[in-house]
């Protein structure tokens, strides 16, 4: 039909394209669902394109979603992989393919559970090492000091130690290490009448990450920290023991 008539009958001219006067139109359904010019679409049925599978959706712009398919050969080969895979996880977990779903669901949970396990006995074999740092203070000055590694704890767990520490010295300051990640991190806790003093936990994380070859900060009674280098922590250590003894 004329491109006039048929955009003004509704056709959508979905394309960035240049219509000649004379257009062909598609419409899907009867009432149609869906009148567009030709994009591209060269069957007299949508019956006669086979199989078809959508493989993802999503957006593409306010109003505007995009769906991928396969369709044809392509979709059959894609059919056959999910029905092998199928196959395979039903032997593999000893369950139908109708009993999958509740099974994979079972053993997430089960995993789940032995994970949140793991980390409540690492907490407390974490909080236990913390209770025997207690009996190995040092002084520097006047100032009771607890530095230590903890290579088995992360940042969260460090944090948590350093809190438990300073809440049972009563005065003085706390530098935990770990070697748990890719890259070395830091805490360090200082008691508040030492903040009154002018120890800050801020200053002493920069003092350690400068010679760590990282970077840190905080507040003046708990401030985290990481570095590059796990081979200088032990000198990053010694860094904040002669900063303190310099404040």
Do not use: W
Request: glycine share 12%.
């Amino acid at each position: 039909m004329p491109l006039k008539q048929a955009i003004e009958s509704g056709a959508i001219a979905i394309f960035d394209e240049k219509y000649s006067e004379k257009v062909r139109v598609l419409r899907v359904g009867n009432p149609p669902v869906s009148a567009e010019l030709c994009g591209g679409t060269h069957v007299s049925a949508t019956g006669a394109i086979g199989l078809f599978h959508i493989i993802s959706e999503s957006s593409v712009g306010a109003g505007l979603r995009r769906i991928e398919a396969v369709t044809g050969r392509s979709a059959e080969e894609l059919l056959r992989f999910q029905s092998r895979l199928i196959e395979k996880l039903s032997q593999a977990l000893d369950a139908s393919a109708r009993e999958l779903p509740g099974r994979v669901t079972a053993l997430l949970e089960e995993c789940s559970a032995l994970t949140k396990q793991t980390e409540e006995m690492k907490r407390q074999h974490t909080l236990m090492r913390a209770e025997e740092l207690l009996s190995r203070t040092e002084n520097i000055g006047a100032v009771r000091l607890v530095s230590a590694r903890m290579d088995e704890a992360g940042i969260d767990l460090l944090r948590e130690a350093a809190d438990y520490i300073k809440g049972k010295l009563g005065s003085g300051i706390v530098i935990l290490a770990s070697n748990a990640g890719e890259k070395p991190v830091f805490v360090v806790g200082v008691t508040g009448d030492l903040v009154k003093q002018g120890y800050n936990a801020s200053n002493i994380i920069r003092s350690i990450t400068r010679v760590a070859g990282g970077g840190g900060g905080g507040k003046p009674g708990l401030a985290t920290g990481g570095g590059k280098d796990k081979n200088l922590v032990e000198q990053a250590l010694q860094a904040a023991r002669d900063f303190i003894g310099q404040v």
